[in-house]
């Protein structure tokens, strides 16, 4: 049975079963959110050594090939300009469809700290080289930066550095193996979080006060990943087959909806990318860990349709064209340094937004809580599909994609 016809069977399963679960004042939940907590961990338990040494490899072959920047640049500049987009997008559908405002709700919750970039990248540097593996919430940043300064000077001296070539490559591709039985079993944890995901919706209770919005960022990322990416596709020439290339993703789209986890995406993107995508190691190796760690162009779309409806739902005044830009440009900027947080990247965007926009808003986005984890699967379906795509565009412009027969298709 293929892949995606697993996850679909596992997610519906575990709707069902979370459907029908008592909630026993919220024992069941903590039960299954127990499971799911250990399910996930065993799902990402060798995804970031396969990261360090895939990047590792994939940049020293890049520096042979003589590619290394073009492939970079070509993936930073197209991360950048969608992430752009998308948080542009979000102010808009909300500011032309005018989704229902959401009554005001008394939430308490400790002062957000915002984010500064460079504090961000030294997280993710650190101070040593050999915790890189151990390290905390930035730790795929961390593990990508170590594995690109490491691939880059693999080709310094062949002589010395082969035997360490020969030895990554050989590592990668055991836990490429081992990656690949991971997600042939994925859709179990997959569907116990799609569970605890509905144990949590029953137990919200109010989910109809975000009913509007909720269709309103679904419908848009829908019509974003699943009709304008592929005609961008056939626009560009990449590839000649936009249902061809919905139907490869329908695996990590699945696992995304499901659990809303970034790195749990990536390991099926892994797998996916190289045997049905046709991506090689060459760029999928690079492409794919660092779209999961910086591209997060659903998260942003979602966070600034999100904000900007709370702050319509706090006021009735018309809302500035600068307040509208600062909401823009914020979730643009703020959706590159989420690499710590794969699977809570709206809450933590939209607390950064209400910090960053001020004026009293500070704590005016709790009255989202019980809508996130919904809105955040909604973002990362998004994010996993701008993830391929970005993937798909680079290799073929890259030479570094090949077609994939049919029945080939896991």
């Known amino acids: 049975m293929k892949i995606w016809m697993r996850l679909f069977l596992g997610v519906a399963a575990g709707v069902v079963l979370g459907a029908f679960l008592p909630l026993a004042g919220g024992d069941t939940e903590r039960l299954v959110a127990e499971i799911a907590v250990v399910l996930q961990n065993a799902s990402v338990f060798v995804l970031l050594p396969l990261v360090f040494f895939v990047v ?15 492939i970079v ?20 559908v909300v500011l032309g469809l005018e989704p229902q405002r959401i009554p005001p709700i008394l939430q308490e919750a400790p002062p957000a700290e915002g984010p500064m970039f460079f504090s961000s990248l030294a997280a993710a540097i650190g101070r040593n080289f050999f915790r890189t593996l ?16 490491v691939g880059a000077v693999l080709r310094f001296d062949r002589e010395i550095t082969e035997p360490v070539r020969l030895v990554a490559d050989s590592i990668n591709r055991i836990l490429y193996r081992i990656n690949a039985v991971v997600v042939d079993w994925i859709f179990v944890p997959a569907g116990v979080t799609a569970a605890l995901v509905t144990l949590q919706s029953r137990a919200a209770g109010d ?22 990416l592929p005609l961008l596709l056939r626009f560009l020439r990449v590839d000649h087959s936009p249902l061809r290339w919905l139907y490869v993703m329908l695996s990590p789209a699945l696992v995304a909806l499901a659990t809303g986890d970034a790195y749990m995406s990536l390991s ?35 966070a600034s349709a999100s904000f900007l409806l709370v ?13 509208l830009l600062t909401i823009v440009v914020a979730a643009w900027l703020y959706s590159i340094i989420l690499a710590g947080v794969p699977t809570t990247g709206v809450v933590v965007m939209l607390s950064y937004l209400a910090l960053r926009y001020g004026q009293g808003m500070e704590e005016s986005y709790l009255i989202l809580l019980p809508a996130v984890p919904i809105l955040q699967r909604i973002g990362a379906v998004l994010d996993v599909l701008a993830a391929g795509f970005v993937a798909e565009v680079v290799a073929a412009r890259g030479g570094y994609r090949k077609e994939v027969p049919v029945r080939s298709l896991v």
């Open 73 to 92: 640049s070509r993936t930073a500049a197209l991360s950048l300009a969608i992430a752009l987009v998308a948080a542009l997008l979000g102010v808009v």
């Open 134 to 149: 151990a390290r905390g919430p930035h730790v795929l940043a961390s593990v990508i930066l170590a594995a690109l300064v």
């Open 268 to 302: 099926v993107m892994n797998r996916i990318g190289k045997e049905n995508l046709g991506v090689s190691r060459r760029a999928g190796g690079w492409v794919f860990p660092v779209s999961a760690a910086f591209l997060r162009p659903g998260t942003a779309l979602v």
């Open 311 to 323: 702050i319509r739902s706090y006021t009735a005044l018309e809302i500035r064209f600068v307040s």
């Open 56 to 70: 590792m490899i994939a940049v020293d072959e890049l520096r042979e090939d003589g590619r290394l920047w073009l």
């Open 207 to 228: 989910l109809l006060l975000f009913g509007q919005l909720v269709l309103v960022v679904g419908t848009t990322a829908g019509v974003a990943g699943v009709v304008i």
